[in-house]
């Protein structure tokens, strides 16, 4: 029980030197910074599940061909303006798995338009894992492997046919992998700029600082949109998707710098003034380490919050140019490029599923706004909002 | 007399701004390779037109168009002599259109003002939508009127407004008998001013107005929201409400006019993306302001005509700037934009 030998009572228990702590507090005792964040973030659950969502909407995007029914640019001359095809499992009361209605084409030659006719007596058994077109796994290899296809003498249109027969929900598949990935580009150029520039004008001060902040009141005193239609009309209309895809991003990555070099510049005029910048430097550190090293880190999660909530920016400006036929053309496949088909009140009125690539636009960048919010309010750990 | 001071150092500084601005329009206009006439030349030589070529090498030496960039930019500005002496912008010569052969003055004349007309009436649209909203929001945070307002304000932020446009185009004209296209009836177009035309062209505004401001609108009703919190909760207001301030006046007296700071500075960010917005909105709708000439140029590198829209443009978002700051100083005495004594 226990040992008296000189006096005292000890328990011979095993014991928890952190037993006295209370039980919640434990934890974030020592714990890193970026534990406590990540902590603090997944509470916030509006912005935690837009970032799983725009996570597996990114890691999905090399498998838009294997997932999509059809290949982007595949045309279906006796569909064209197909409607939207539903998916049923059950056909008149027994369970027969996924099929669809196959369509026909009907000319009406008063109204100029085309009217489908679901054939309900003969449902189509959709397959799986099949054979279709061949297309590129990740840009890079190649397979014909659909995860599903139609079935003989049926179509699979789940989200409609646009003018000239295309599958609309395969096209958005292939749109997103262009049009998310513009943000992406898009901020990294304008973080590298934005980063150099500001944290060069926040560093040095004096005149460089006040160049700096003029040329920064310049470029966000004139309105982003005509500038940018004005740098993309600049570019040759004789280059290839990949190269306008690339300069399209950079424009827009261009003219976003300014916000960002602001906010590093104010932050390392007030940062280089702490004791820990005046030892590096006396120790001797370069200007370009003391940036590097000692500075952006203390504020490097506030820059990825800030670059969550301008990548939406980037995603509707490409969507704006390539709607006006200035940016992405075809035969590249962005949500831009589909909804400059259903540019016009006709299409709204008698073909609404081309104006369906708006939805995922939409959903993007609300997403991204979540995220963008509940990363900059999980940013401080210890305070309690 | 601080103010005047201020307001002229203000206005100094943005003429400044503009001849910079005016010079890296002139340089974006002239990045593309070749322009309209090394174009047209090309193309006539192509059909085989070879007497269209004299014409072309005129308007080139007319327009000196054959002379160094440099020269080109001082030129249009009218800060150097031209073949017909000083004629640039300054001298009220805004050049020649190409592609629509006549004058660029006579292309935007009226367009003008009706860019201004749609824009001054998006901020007047944002202004009116976002502050009592923004109010409410913040009262009321944290009630179904919040999470309303906020939903609606995202979604908002969200949606292309080129979209918002044409689907509200078709719901307000299949709905409420809203007209379509166009900023005035057509019959109204070129008549002088009569009521039976205002009231054409306020009925064509509605839906324009509401596009070009919802995203502005939800976005400055989210920071007067944010900026009423900071202030509602600062100890001032519970010393009202101890001493029986009334709920409406506790709120409106000081916490609103504190919050009302930045949304009077924030007009130098709002103007920018207002303008890209009608721009786009301009294009899709049909309006008859200077949107689509702009787009029409630039796709046709009919650079007299796009660099002026252009320049237009950025003059009045810089003005919209300026009279903000100077109206900020009006409303708030503590602001001095002067150094540290």
Redesign the interface.
Known sequence: MSDLSNQHYVDDAPYDPNEDIKALDRPDLDAPNWLLIWRKFKRHKLGFWSGVFLLLAYLSLPFAGFISPYTPNERNADHLYAKPQSINLWHEGSFIGPYVYPITAKPDLVNFQWNYIEDTSAPAKLKFLCKGREYKLAGLIRSDTHLFCAPEGATVFLWGADRLGRDIFSRILYGAQLSLTVGLIGITVSFILGITIGGIAGYFGGRTDWAVNRVIEILRSLPELPLWLALSAAVPSHWGPVAVFFIISIILGLLDWPGLARAVRSKFLALREEEFVRAAEMMGAKPERVIRKHLLPNFASHLIASAMLSIPAMILGETALSFLGLGLRAPAVSWGVMLNDAQNLASIEIYPWTAIPMLPVIIVVLAFNFLGDGMRDSLDPYSDH | MQILQYAIYRFITMLA?LV??SA??FF??N???GDYLSNLIAELQATGQSDGIAKVEFLRKEYSLDQPLWKQYLIWMGFFPGPHGFSGILQGDFGWSFEFDRPVSEIVGGALWLTVLVNVAAVLFVYIVALPLGILAAVKSKTWVDYTSAFVG??G????N??LA??L??YGHKYLNLP?GGLMSPEFEGEPMSPAKIKSVLLHLIIPTFVIGTSGAAAMMQRLRANMLDELSKPYVDTARAKGVGPTKRVLKYPFRMALNPFVADI??L???L???S??VS??LGLQTIGPA??QA??S?DQFL?GF??LF??GL??IG?MISDVLLMLLDPRIKYGGRK
């Open positions: 701004t910079v601005v890296l329009v974006i206009m990045l593309p390779p995202y979604l932020l969200a949606t292309p080129f979209l044409l689907v185009f078709y379509i130098g960010n103007l920018p993306s303008i890209s917005g721009v786009l294009v899709v702009l787009l630039l796709k590198q796009a829209i252009l443009v950025a978002t810089l700037t």
